[in-house]
């Protein structure tokens, strides 16, 4: 099983914006194979970040997912309305 914690912090006054492109996307991917859980966060803290928390039946089915038609429509659209880089982190389970 594989655990994905992918973050962004979006430019001032975008989040809605962002919020629409993304309901395509994760209405999507739910319907993926492998994909478990796929869900999207607000830091208490900072409004503008947002935080998908994803897991995953396996490495290949996230790669699967990476390479649909989906994620590489919405995510570079995304990418407009981001702030700075974040880093998308991969977890395995451990015990």
């Given at each position: 099983?594989?655990?994905v914690v992918a973050r962004n912090i ?27 859980t796929y869900e999207l966060y607000e ?7 947002i935080t998908f928390i994803e897991e ?40």
């Open positions: 099983m594989i655990k979006l430019k001032e006054g975008t989040k809605e914006q962002v919020l629409a492109l993304l309901e395509e996307m994760i209405a999507e991917t739910r319907k993926e194979e492998g994909c478990i830091l208490d803290s900072s409004p503008n970040t995953w039946e396996s490495l290949a089915k996230l790669t699967a997912h990476i390479n649909s038609e989906h994620f590489k429509r919405i995510i570079p659209a995304v990418g407009k309305f981001v702030a700075e880089d974040s880093p998308v982190e991969i977890y395995r389970r451990l015990q």
